[in-house]
């Protein structure tokens, strides 16, 4: 068994789906703050790189997660990566975890579950880190700003916009927006960013000002599902033909981010970092 003062600064990875995962997973590593990982979506570079530091679990057996990191000695959980969160109503819950949660069931929005799941891991005495404050080394600043000369008008643009864009992002309807020019083109659904961009790239032809724009919603927590931009949709955005690519300082993570950053200095396309 882990020393408890060793394990006190660890953490417990709660993996989902994705290449992001993975890259955290290293990250955590590299700083000496993994301690275990738990995998909740099937994740296979994630147990290839870290087969003996994992242990799969059905999401729905809650309490079984709870219990196994708890007999880690660990307090402290990351969770990264996609995760289909099942109804509250489909998780298997003792009577006791039922009485604790279903104060917030009456009180909250039902579908507001990242929420109740946070205060749940609170009572059982464990802490859901922000995505945002440990991983600070990938959020995108005012210094991954790049402005390439042939998009400086769209730039100028779109920068007066920015409080109508803010708005957009206090309805709480999604993460990330298209505009040809000053006109909203599309938003992003229940099918993702990168759905969203391919559905406008097939008729990008008809548009000359393609501008991505994302952020994190105005009513999102920190810890669970905050906005991350790689590579794979870096990559659409070219293939493409979007101009710019904004983004807003500190509210967004970017995955490989040197990679990414390189990526967009060697094509003729915008960062705008609001």
Do not use: W
């Amino acid at each position: 068994m882990k020393n408890l003062a060793t394990s006190k600064n660890e953490i417990c990875l709660i993996a989902g789906s994705g290449l992001f995962v993975n890259e955290v997973a290293n990250y955590l590593k590299f700083k000496n703050l993994l301690g275990q990982i738990v995998i909740i979506n099937d994740n296979k570079t994630l147990k290839k790189n870290f087969k003996n530091n994992y242990k799969q679990f059905d999401i729905k057996n809650l309490e079984k997660i709870i219990l196994f990191i708890k007999s880690k000695n660990l307090q402290k959980i990351i969770i990264i990566g996609y995760v289909d969160l099942p109804p509250i109503d489909k998780i298997n819950l003792s009577l006791k975890s039922k009485l604790l949660i279903s104060k917030d069931i009456f009180l909250n929005n039902i579908n507001d579950q990242s929420k109740i799941l946070k205060k749940y891991l609170l009572n059982n005495k464990l802490t859901l880190l922000s995505q945002k404050k440990l991983l600070k080394e990938m959020l995108v600043t005012r210094n991954d700003e790049y402005l390439h000369k042939e998009n400086k008008k769209i730039v100028t643009q779109l920068t007066k916009k920015k409080v109508f864009i803010r708005k957009l992002y206090s309805m709480n309807i999604g993460q990330s927006f298209i505009f040809n020019g000053d006109r909203l083109i599309a938003m992003e659904d229940i099918f993702g960013t990168n759905d969203m961009i391919t559905r406008i790239g097939k008729i990008s032809s008809k548009f000359n000002n393609l501008i991505f724009v994302k952020s994190k919603k105005y009513d999102q927590i920190d810890e669970i599902d905050f906005p991350v931009i790689g590579l794979e949709t870096l990559k659409l955005l070219i293939k493409y033909k979007f101009r710019v690519i904004c983004l807003f300082k500190n509210d967004i993570l970017i995955s490989e981010k040197e990679k990414f950053l390189k990526q967009i200095k060697t094509n003729k396309i915008s960062l705008l970092v609001m």
